[in-house]
Every structure is written in C-alpha cells, then in structure tokens.
C-alpha cells in the first residue's frame, strides 16, 4: 500500500514537498507521475534504492528533487519554482525489481501505485 500526502494549494513560485509511504513491501524502485485533468499520467520522477540513481522528467529539471529515506521506505518529492503548469494529481508508485533505465517512464511498468494528492498551483 502506497500513502501519499503533502498535496495543496500554491501560488506560483512556491513550493510543496509531498511525501509517500509504502507499507507491506521493500520497494527497489520509487516514483512519482503526475495527470492533469483530460491528460494521460505523465512521469515525473523516480529512484532506486540500489544504487540505481534516479531520473526526472525533462519540465522538471532543476525545479524538482526526488530523493528517498530507505529506512522508512518513504520517498519525497521536493517541488520549487512551481508553476501552473503543474497542477495535477500526483501519483505515487513503486515497484519491487529494478527495470532498465529506458522503461522507468512507461507507466504500465509500475506496480503498485497511490491514491493520488492534488497539487494546484495558482494565484
């Protein structure tokens, strides 16, 4: 089971970390997607545990931070510089076995998956 929480109300250039927990299970790889209302679930994130390192959708590069306290099995997503573009629903996943680098932004890859946070930013 994956807990997400930290979603809210921001104005532009402000920031938000939203954080998730799984519970039940040791997950090698951690993510986050995101869906706006009418769109498809787009990457934004993810991290695996083994050394694997982590990768970022290309709209978030530099303005986003994924990392990931594996004690806790929790993974975070530090959000700066947001912009309206971003509001969406954020999407927590995971999955057990680490894939190939080319697939981690391929939804249908993924697990297990979280009941979503809004994240809204406005003025």
């Known amino acids: 089971q994956l807990q997400a929480s930290g979603g809210g109300l921001v104005q532009p250039g402000g920031s938000l970390r939203l954080s998730c927990v799984a519970s039940g299970r040791d997950s090698n790889m951690m993510g986050w997607f995101r869906q706006a209302p009418g769109k498809e679930r787009d990457f934004v994130a993810a991290?695996?545990?083994?050394?694997?390192?982590?990768r970022y959708a290309d709209f978030v590069k530099g303005r986003f931070a994924i990392s990931r306290d594996n004690a806790k099995n929790t993974v975070y997503l530090q959000m700066d510089s947001l912009k309206p573009e971003d509001t969406a629903v954020y999407y927590c996943?995971?999955?057990?076995?680490?894939?190939?680098?080319?697939?981690?932004?391929?939804?249908?890859?993924?697990?297990?998956w979280g009941k979503g946070t809004l994240v809204t930013v406005s003025s």
């Open positions: 996943s995971a999955r057990s076995n680490r894939i190939v680098w080319s697939s981690w932004p391929d939804p249908n890859v993924w697990d297990y």
């Open positions: 991290t695996s545990s083994r050394g694997g390192g982590t």
